[in-house]
């Protein structure tokens, strides 16, 4: 099924492109003169430079001139370049979508952002960009997403987008930019358009010569259209006069590093060493003799890439059934004294240059932010009807609203006297995979070639691999006996990946926005071995600053995972699920807590802000967010028992007492994870020395300490709020544990994860975890090797109470 956009474009007559160029130069002049405001003319409380990028704005000016006023529509998502966030941001001023106050505020406390972002920004971006490569690689995986929601019949009557990324070429050197184009191809990807800012520089240095052959080999390898915008009407003109071929000829063999330094120099620098290379006193020399310095300096610099009518018809005639790339030809610092210059990526006019810039576009001082200032009065008389009438600007702004859906409180699995929260989780999602709830037909998993070993070939065997093109399992057909039934078809609910864990975050960021981006809610699930999370950190908080909304399962974890040694044990996860923001982290020891953390997680991901404030704890959980889930390999003895409502509450608010403390108590064990039956066998030898032991499981030091964190900030702004003689819950749950007691943290992680409990209510800590690389082993050798066992949980109580202060047991 053919599903490419059917588009119709504005008729494209002499006048239309006479104000698509006065509005290339409105565009220039509002990008330049917000980042000229922020340096030189708004306050600065320290002499720092605020900064911004006016070269990389020029070279992109007429790109996104043709595209936002010309080719968009509002079903069109655009990833723009980091460095042209000021020219989005004039851009969208000018259509009515960005205030002035923003603007004069760029780079400031509430003012436009610096790059381009979904949640910081007022003026409806679509992907967020600033850690280059990652937003050109999300339209990728965007145009995926819509894909499985066209196939799955949720778009109807909705045309599909375009996912368009503007990419400076200097972000193809980054490697996540190949494994995304890799795994496009694998899923026959379409509707996407890369747009590269051929400049040749990048920050510190020239792009290499002839880059661009390696680009159209690249691109071509991948099953991508390759259109090069290289020579604007003037030129080609030229190159149609007499001697021009000889020109052409030149300027396709000049080195990079020379045409932008003639660039930078000018018309009398062009002509002499046009003159001495190719000077031969007849066609040539007469092409360049008929034109002055200034005039030769236009032509030269009329690129692709800055030549309306060239961009204009390279869009309007490339393919809409396979992804295109338009390498288009620029000069950094276009129509600026920067122009061409090594040094412009992070330069900055001085006052005196923009002076003359000012003059140049005929603005009048105090005026330099008015949307038509210095335009011809026919063309300011005509521009506002014309805005209007842009096709891209008729909805805004363009994000949706899915509708919510209902979770249970908890999910259903069936039991067994033993377990791990690996086998747990997959479980859960197989009976999910049976499941008639609404809910639990948006559920999509995807990973990175590591479903069965990470827990989902129960469910796979049940949904199905997606692929818009069906394929047959051979195994299956040939009657060879397999265990996993993994068809392809369009109706499939698990997208498998490649081996390359930034492409999973970037596929869980795109599908956690598709009820933003396309209206259409899904509730993404995605698995990898919790080593792996590091290989990916970059992508994963690029998802979770877009507010993106998804499951991440991390499994198996830390060494525990003992026969498979250092390589694929982990130890700093439960720290960066603790860091990082909008991810709520959680590491449960049984499945029965998984399994009310599973289901209140995926209505967590639905949560947009308008759920009263909860008054169990002090969490934002009103805005929701995305969920880690950190699970082990080991089998675990589960509790009989049936969670009440107060249990799970206090599951998810982060930990509760396995066995509550009393005023005689002098220990706390304090555990998370699947070190849980350490923990029992500790309590147990120290009840036998007569001690009074607590222990408590800590479901989430996340959650716990970011309600305690959360407290303590409102007790901060507000010492007379009624709020503050409410605990959090942390702060509830040590209350009964007397002054004096010891605190003993143990998790098979680093201990700093839990070492801040002391902090709570000044009690002491011995914190028992991981901090080197582990080895092949044992669960009971590791254990013992690194301090986690049930001998070393009672060595460090008898040695935290003989410290001063501590009465012997």
């Known amino acids: 099924m053919n599903h490419a956009p059917v588009r119709s474009r504005p008729p494209l007559d002499d006048r239309r492109l006479q104000l698509l160029g006065q509005l290339e130069k ?12 922020a340096n030189h003319i708004r306050p600065k409380p320290e002499p720092l430079k605020v900064g911004g990028h006016q070269a990389s704005c020029a070279s992109m000016a007429t790109l996104m001139t043709a595209l936002y006023f010309h080719e968009l ?50 003026d409806d971006v679509d992907f967020s960009t600033g850690s280059v490569g990652l937003g050109a690689a999300q339209t990728i995986f965007a145009s995926l997403v819509q894909d499985y929601l066209v196939e799955h019949g949720w778009m109807q009557g909705r045309p599909p987008g375009r996912m368009i990324a503007l990419v400076g070429d200097a972000e193809l050197d980054e490697g996540n930019v190949y494994e ?176 003359a810039f000012k003059t140049d576009h ?63 989780f997959g479980k859960l999602m197989a009976e999910l995979g049976k499941a008639r709830e609404d809910f639990a037909g948006r559920i999509v998993t995807t990973s990175p070639d590591v479903a069965s070993s990470t827990g989902l070939s129960g469910w796979i065997n049940r949904v199905g691999l997606f692929s818009r093109m069906p394929q047959e399992d051979t195994f299956k057909a040939e009657k060879v006996p397999s265990l996993q039934k993994w068809g392809l078809t369009p109706e499939g609910r698990h997208v498998e990946l490649g081996i390359a864990e930034m492409n999973l975050f970037l596929m869980l960021s795109a599908a956690g926005l598709s009820h933003s981006l396309f209206g259409e809610r899904l509730l993404p699930v995605g698995t990898l071995y919790d080593p792996f999370v590091m290989r990916g950190l970059d992508a994963l908080n690029y998802a979770c600053y877009q507010d993106a909304r998804f499951v991440l399962a991390g499994t198996p974890s830390g060494v525990t995972l003992a026969p498979e040694g250092g390589a694929h044990q982990s130890i700093g996860t439960p720290l960066i699920g603790m860091a990082q923001d909008g991810l709520a982290s959680f590491e449960p020891a049984w499945v029965d807590e998984l399994a009310a953390i599973l289901a209140w997680s995926f209505d967590y991901m639905q949560r947009d802000g308008s759920d009263p404030a909860p008054e169990h704890d002090w969490l934002r959980d009103e805005t929701g967010g995305s969920v880690y889930l950190r699970l082990s390999t080991r089998q675990l003895e589960q509790p009989t028992r049936t969670l009440d409502k107060a249990l799970r509450d206090q599951i998810v608010a982060g930990g509760y007492w396995l066995r509550p403390p009393s005023p005689s108590t002098s220990v706390v064990l304090a555990y998370q994870g699947a070190v849980a039956p350490n923990v029992m066998q500790a309590a147990l030898r120290l009840a036998e020395r007569r001690a009074d032991v607590g222990v408590l499981a800590v479901t989430s030091a996340d959650r716990l300490d970011a309600g305690w964190r959360a407290a303590q900030r409102t007790r901060r702004r507000d010492r007379d709020a009624e709020d503050r003689a409410r605990p959090s819950h942390v702060e509830r749950l040590l209350a009964a544990v007397p002054r004096d007691a010891l605190l003993v943290t143990i998790l098979d992680g680093h201990p700093a994860t839990l070492s801040w409990l002391g902090g709570v209510r000044g009690h002491r800590v011995q914190a028992l975890g991981v901090e080197h690389f582990g080895q092949s082993g044992t669960i009971p050798d590791l254990h013992r090797a690194y301090g986690l066992d049930a001998a070393a949980i009672v060595e460090a109580v008898e040695e935290g109470l003989r410290r001063p202060g501590f009465a012997e047991v």
């Open 73 to 122: 529509r509002p079903e069109d998502r655009v990833a723009v370049k980091p460095h042209a966030s000021p020219l989005f941001h004039a851009i969208q001023y000018l259509l009515g979508h960005q205030d002035r106050d923003r603007l004069e505020r760029f780079r400031a406390f509430g003012g436009a952002q610096s790059y381009p972002s979904r949640t910081k920004d007022a």
């Open 362 to 424: 005929r603005i009048a001082d105090g005026r330099e932010f008015e949307p038509f200032e210095g335009l011809a009065e026919d063309v300011a008389r005509d521009l506002p009807a014309f805005l209007e009438s842009v096709p891209f600007a008729r909805t805004f702004p363009r994000r949706f609203a899915a509708p919510r859906l209902a979770v249970p409180d908890t999910l259903p699995f069936q039991p067994a006297e033993t377990l791990s929260t690996q086998e747990g």
């Open 26 to 37: 409105k565009t220039l002049w509002l990008s330049h003169w917000m980042i000229h405001n």
């Open 180 to 355: 995304a184009l890799l795994e496009g191809w694998k899923n026959h990807l379409r509707n996407c358009w890369w747009i590269i800012d051929y400049n040749r520089q990048s920050l510190d240095a020239i792009v290499r010569d002839n880059l661009f052959t390696r680009f159209d080999e690249l691109f071509r390898a991948f099953g991508w259209e390759v259109v090069t915008i290289k020579y604007g009407h003037a030129l080609r003109a030229a190159f149609a006069e007499p001697g021009g071929e000889r020109l052409r000829e030149w300027i396709d063999a000049c080195p990079n590093q020379l045409y932008s330094a003639l660039t930078f120099q000018g018309g009398a620098a062009w002509r002499k060493r046009l003159l001495d290379d190719i000077g031969d006193q007849g066609p040539v020399s007469a092409l360049l003799e008929a034109r002055s310095d200034d005039e030769l300096a236009r032509l030269m610099t009329n690129l692709g890439g800055h030549d309306l009518p060239a961009l204009l018809e390279a869009f309007a005639t490339a393919p809409t059934d396979r992804p295109v790339v338009f390498i288009a030809y620029t000069i950094k610092g276009y129509g600026t004294p920067l122009a061409g210059h090594k040094d412009n990526h992070g330069g900055i006019m001085t006052v005196d240059q923009m002076a």
